[in-house]
């Protein structure tokens, strides 16, 4: 489970570093276009990735805060 932002970049360059190594490949294997292409949609898939990666990391927050100022209004915490 990633908790932090640090873990999230963590994984995000870990997906970039994979995902370029595919880009590349796919340009010897199908040269021109087409392969650049491909490398632009394997960049293209680690941007939406990263971008829902960090989204969900600030809903988890925002939503534990919620909750947190509802159980406190109700007494349930000091």
Known sequence: MIKTR???YLIIFALA???M???AHYTVQYPG???YLLFA???GAVFLGGAKILDALR???EAREA???????AGLQP
């Open 6 to 8: 640090f873990e999230a």
């Open 67 to 73: 909750g947190a100022d509802t159980a406190e209004k």
């Open 33 to 35: 276009v087409g392969g």
């Open 21 to 23: 190594t595919r880009g």
């Open 41 to 43: 949609a394997t960049a």
């Open 17 to 19: 570093l994979g995902a």
């Open 59 to 61: 809903y988890e927050r």
